[in-house]
């Protein structure tokens, strides 16, 4: 629980204490706080791994750890956590972005404070940044389609992220917890040995889990990236 809250605080006090949003800005940090409380729970399953696989045998631990390395040989928790890190760093290319256009923005109040012929000249037109009634400064995406491009670059990434987890995931690491039980031949321990996995079902429904939470991201930005190119690109 300690390591869910330490996750969770960081993403909620950046999504409430930013001074620049643009379209679906919480739709993608509301995405980031369901995925570490998802993942925070696949992983419980996954804790004693080791001990939750069994062979026949004389009780050898070392003929054990051979059948299981050679079962559980793509990593499972360590690339999930590190395509979390990817995730999570597909959201920051945006918010970078969206700091750089802010900074550009009070760089031009100032020079109109400054100069207010300038400022007619130069701002009326380009401006990508306005702000709300709250105050809260807003990416208005309808005037620049280098933007756009950006904002839809910062999604791609993400899609391309997310599927390549649902790979790994049906791909690599479902594969390994079929129902069994597994037979086993080392070069240490030539006897053939029958291993089992225990609470395997538990262990899938984690992955399926994050398979399906991903599965949602990535139906979500392919829509997200549709309303982008038709509504800001097309002007529809």
Not at 136 to 164: A, C, H, P, Q
Request: charged share 15%; with cysteine.
């Amino acid at each position: 629980m300690a390591a869910l809250v330490t996750g969770l605080i960081p993403i909620l006090r950046t999504a409430a204490d930013a001074t620049t949003t643009y379209t679906g800005r919480s739709l993608w940090f509301g995405f980031l706080c369901i995925r570490v409380v998802i993942l925070f729970l696949a992983e419980m399953p996954f804790h004693k791994m080791d001990s939750d696989f069994s062979c026949n045998g004389t009780g050898d631990s070392l003929c054990t750890k051979a059948c299981f390395n050679r079962l559980f040989h793509k990593p499972m928790v360590s690339a999930w956590n590190f395509m979390f890190v990817l995730v999570i760093l597909s959201v920051l290319v945006m918010e970078l972005f969206t700091a750089h256009l802010r900074s550009r923005a009070e760089k031009r109040s100032c020079q109109a404070k400054a100069d207010m012929e300038l400022a007619g000249q130069g701002t009326e037109g380009a401006q990508v940044v306005s702000k709300d009634p709250t105050g809260k400064m807003v990416i208005d995406l309808n005037k620049d389609r280098g933007t756009v491009g950006f904002y839809l670059l910062s999604i791609t990434l993400r899609m391309l992220i997310e599927s390549w987890f649902i790979y790994v995931l049906l791909g690599w690491n479902l594969p390994a917890l079929d129902n069994g039980p597994y037979n086993c031949i080392t070069d240490i321990c030539s006897q053939l040995r029958v291993c089992v996995v225990r609470a395997a079902p538990e262990k899938r429904m984690s992955i399926y889990a994050l398979a399906s939470i991903s599965g949602m991201i990535v139906g979500c930005s392919v829509l997200f990236s549709i309303y982008a190119i038709v509504h800001y690109l097309c002007h529809f």
